[in-house]
């Protein structure tokens, strides 16, 4: 059975990356930034001289979320029950999908001309059609009923299937949370149709295709418990003709790739009056970490860092939640560290046409 889903995810994977966009790529563009810790959300704008400007224009109540998908940007508030739409390159407001009465929305993508959103409190997934400015449902029969607890939550697109993680919270010892092993589903977005429903790990929390089509899934683990992992799906390669795990310890929430293929996974570890966070760093042709729990990239005390994302130019940026400051890292080093608005916390680049 593991040899079959190992065959089906290279075949899906492979065909996602046949088709090769040969028009020249501008490395220039955008940062967009959502504050969540206000009165209400707001979003920062860093440009390509990396000029900030804070507070351009209200998101919503408790942002979670934000992605873009053909030049919108997609707010996923929870507060509002909501997802915002912005122009990206006005930063005009051009409405919202509004959802069914306590979702509790938390991610977005976009692909085949419509908005994947994961929720809390939802059978499966809400997708929003663009054109005809509908709203559907995706049921999610295929995972085990006692393997969904808590909904969807991490969510990502290749442009041609969409990958699901869909939570197992363990409430009982509130206001301590506990993670089971969870499953993530792999959707056909031609039919919406769920075409692979396979067990990964312990809190799915971020999910890449990196430059040779291998598919990457952090796991966050279990607090103490489990440690951060990444799950490394092959694509053609035969030296990773078996899933591979790459040990990251500590509790990884985020992940992003530069041009280069090294992948930066940003860190939230609860616990105290702040928590602490950090960056590590490892590379997704060879699977080495280079910097892992033990020798973390960047490190705070008494902070988090909730997500981190690059430009074109390859630049790290990671904001840091409570301090409101965003960390701006060049070559691996702090080049510059900008005020934000209140509470930073997720980002996307949004590069130039």
Known sequence: MKKLLTLIISVMLLMSCSEEDESPISKDGSIFLINGLGAVGTLSVIDDDGMISNDVMNVGSIPNHISEYEGVLYIVNSGNNNVQMINASTCENIGSIELPPFRNPMRAVGCNGKIYITSMQGPGLDVYSIEEA????????????????????????????????????????????????????????????VEITMEVGYNIADILIDLEGDLHVLCSGNRDDVNGVVKVYPNTKVEKAEVEEILLGSEPGSLIMNSEGMVYVGVTVYGGTTGSGGIMKYNSATNEVLNSSENLLYSTTDDVIMDVVVDGYDKLYAPLFYENELIVFENDSIDTVLTTGVGPQELVFVGEE
């Open 134 to 193: 509908s709203l559907d449902s995706i049921v999610l029969t295929s995972v085990p009923a006692e393997s969904m607890n808590g909904g969807t939550d991490a969510i990502y697109s290749d442009g041609n299937f969409v990958f699901v993680g869909v939570r197992n919270i363990n409430y009982d010892n509130w206001p301590i949370v506990n993670y089971g092993p969870e499953y993530m589903v792999i959707i056909n977005p031609e039919s919406d149709l």
